[in-house]
C-alpha cells in the first residue's frame, strides 16, 4: 500500500474511532443523567397551586395518567416537545411578566430552530364528554423530574364557577390593566408559581377562560439540568477526542 494511501486509510479508521467513541458517551450519559444530575439538582419544591390535586410536587405516573383519564376522558400522550409559554400575544409575556419570556426564551435557544425536551405531554381534547367544561387541556411534566412544567386549559363560557372557585381558594387576585375591552387577565402569584386566567370573547360572544399554571421553579429547574447535561456532555466529549487524538 503507498504512504498517501495508509495516510487515507489510518484517517478514516481515527475517524470512525471517534464517531464510536462519541457516541458511545451520548449513550453513557444518557444513562448516568438519573443518577447524578437528577439526584443533585431535583429538590422538594415549594407548594403553590393545584389542578385535579395535582401539584408541584406530584409525580407523574401510569396511576396519575389513569385518574386523569377518568375525570378528563381519553388522552394523548407525547415525549420530549417543545416548550412554548406563550399566551395570548407574543408581547403578553414580555410585556407583563418578562422573567417567565426570559425562561421562555432560554427554553427556546437558539432562535427559529425546533427545541425538544425531555418532557411527558398529556393532551385532552374531548373532556366535555365526560361532562367538564374543558374544551382543552394540556399537562407537560419534567422527563427528568416527572413534576409538572406547566398546565394550560381553556375553560368554556358555561365554566365560570370554576374561576369563581380560584377566586375562593386564592383570593382576589391582581388585575392586568390597560387590555383592550373585551379582553380580561387577572393572575395569582404563590411561591414564585404562577396562576394566570385569561377571559375573552369567542366567536359567539360568549366568554372563553384560558388558565394556565406555570409551575416557574421546576421551569428553572429543567434549565439548571439541562444547562448540567450540556456540561458534561461537552466535557465527556473532550476527553474522549484528547484519547482518540
Known sequence: MSKPKLNKWVAGISVVLLLAVLG??????????????????????????????????????????????DRLGSDAIAYRSQIDLSVNSPEFLQTFFPELQTINLQLNYPPRERIEHNTIKLMYRYARKVNVPFEDVEMVFSGYSQRPLYFSVIVSHDGANIIDALHQKYGPPEEIQDLKSPFKASFWRKNNDL?????????????????????????????????????????????ASDKVF
Not at 438519573?34 to 443533585?40: F, P, R
Open 24 to 69: 458511545g458517551v451520548f449513550i453513557e450519559k444518557q444513562h448516568r443523567l438519573s443518577s447524578s444530575i437528577i439526584g443533585q439538582l431535583v429538590k422538594e419544591l415549594p407548594e403553590s397551586f393545584t389542578f385535579f390535586d395535582l401539584g408541584s410536587n406530584t409525580r407523574f405516573s401510569s396511576t396519575v395518567r389513569s385518574v386523569l383519564s
Open 195 to 239: 396562576l394566570l386566567v385569561s377571559v375573552k370573547s369567542d366567536r359567539y360572544g360568549n366568554p372563553e377562560y384560558h388558565i394556565m399554571i406555570y409551575y416557574v421553579n421546576s421551569l428553572k429547574e429543567l434549565l439548571d439540568i439541562e444547562k448540567e447535561e450540556t456540561r458534561q456532555r461537552q466535557d465527556r466529549v473532550k476527553q
